[in-house]
């Protein structure tokens, strides 16, 4: 593998990890330890490529500097019956804990989330979304109007309550201490919802 190709291969990984926040050209310099010019001419060669290839899935998308890998439009409809019609499958644990998280704080930011956790909560947050089980409930205050994160009439679906209310108490010291204690946060949620997971 060429220099130029190993550094293609590098900015794909990352643009696949990172979502839909992207990277700029910048940020992909740094972190690869490579010229900027470099950059901007591999994801020239990657856009180049993704296009005139039919048999891939994905194209990169610039959006005010900062590249994305994105899925092609014309399988719009494909993905749209892929999300309203998920294999069925549990949740995972990051997964899990996310939505517990949301469903307890809500409205919450990913920012809120992450630092409840101690890591980065992303990914599970796209799952859930294409779940149906989280969506967009409005923006923060303040600087850059972080997205709010709630729960979805969905969600009382997947759990059979009719309306949030009716999400099991946590004991007092649970609550208390939501954000000093996470795992105990975690750990009751999984108990209180061990059998509807498991129907």
């Not at 014309?74 to 804990?97: G, T």
């Not at 630092?115 to 303040?142: I, W, Y």
């Amino acid at each position: 593998m060429n220099n130029l190709n190993r550094l293609m291969s590098r900015i794909e990984s990352l643009l696949f990890i990172i979502g839909e926040d992207g990277l700029t050209i910048q940020q992909l310099s740094i972190i690869t330890e490579t010229k900027e010019e470099e950059i901007a001419e591999a994801i020239q060669q990657m856009m180049e490529h993704y296009e005139k290839h039919e048999e891939r899935g994905i194209v990169i998308k610039e959006l005010a500097g900062t590249f994305q890998l994105i899925s092609k439009p014309e399988h719009a409809d494909l993905i749209q019956k892929l999300v309203e019609n998920p294999p069925a499958q549990s949740l995972s644990q990051a997964s899990l804990e996310v939505l517990a998280i949301v469903a307890y704080k809500q409205p919450i930011t990913r920012v809120e989330i992450d630092d409840l956790r101690g890591v980065k909560s992303e990914r599970a947050l796209h799952t859930l979304n294409a779940r149906g089980l989280v969506h967009e409930v409005g923006r923060a205050e303040g600087t850059g109007r972080a997205i709010l994160y709630g729960t979805t009439k969905e969600f009382l679906n997947y759990f059979g309550m009719k309306n949030i209310n009716e999400l099991p108490e946590l004991p007092e010291e649970g609550a208390a201490d939501l954000d000093e204690q996470p795992d105990l946060f975690m750990s009751k949620f999984q108990e209180a919802f061990q059998e509807p997971q498991t129907d």
